[in-house]
Each structure stands twice: as structure tokens, then as C-alpha cells.
Nanobody
Framework: QVQLVESGGGLVQAGGSLRLSCAAS????????MGWYRQVPGKQRELVAS???????SYADSVKGRFTIFRDDAKNTVYLQMNSLKPEDTAVYYC?????????WGQGTQVTVSS
């Protein structure tokens, strides 16, 4: 029902920055906890950042101090600002609601961090 389209990934050197975007087909961020996930081959999808409707944030220990999740309700878009990127951050990044019944997963956006 709701389509999520991730964008903004790319190739960046270690220490660099990227800003990922997640556009929704309709307004959902004001009533749902949103999250950014990442996945690498052979490993399960990992929640790295979440944002509540009250703008509280939570981060995985591996990205604390480096990643920031925020949203723009007018644009129906949630973002992930990634700074001080490390090769370990290389993954496909996805956005979705953080709840028992998430929406269908989008295509994700590839982030590759070179040494």
C-alpha cells in the first residue's frame, strides 16, 4: 500500500559523508516510528537508526555519534545523514516503519565505503 523509495547511496572514501533519503508515497512519518536498516550479504537486516513521531531518536552502537536520522513531513521524506563513514558501513540501506507489520521493503540504496 505504501511505497518507500530509498536514494542517495554511492561510493565514498572512508571518513566521507552521505545523506540518504526515503520518500514515501503518502504521509506516514507523523504517525509511525521510522527506521533505517542496513543489510550485507549473508547477514540479517540490522536496524541502525529510528525516529519516533515525537522526534526522539535511537541508534545502534556502531553508528552512534556518526549517523543522524531526521524527517521533513512537508516533503514526506526521512533522511539519514551519515558522517565519518567507515568500510564497515558498506551495505544496502533500507527504510521502513519500525513495528510488527512493516510495509513492503523497497529496493534500498547501496552504500560503499572504500578504505
Amino acid at each position: 500500500q505504501v511505497q518507500l523509495v530509498e536514494s542517495g547511496g554511492g561510493l565514498v572514501q572512508a571518513g566521507g559523508s552521505l545523506r540518504l533519503s526515503c520518500a514515501a508515497s503518502r504521509i506516514i512519518f507523523s504517525i509511525n516510528v521510522m527506521g533505517w536498516y542496513r543489510q550485507v550479504p549473508g547477514k540479517q537486516r540490522e536496524l541502525v537508526a529510528s525516529l519516533t513521531t515525537g522526534s526522539s531518536t535511537s541508534y545502534a552502537d556502531s553508528v552512534k555519534g556518526r549517523f543522524t536520522i531526521f524527517r521533513d513531513d512537508a516533503k514526506n521524506t526521512v533522511y539519514l545523514q551519515m558522517n565519518s563513514l567507515k568500510p564497515e558501513d558498506t551495505a544496502v540501506y533500507y527504510c521502513n516503519v519500525v513495528r510488527n507489520r512493516p510495509y513492503s521493503w523497497g529496493q534500498g540504496t547501496q552504500v560503499t565505503v572504500s578504505s
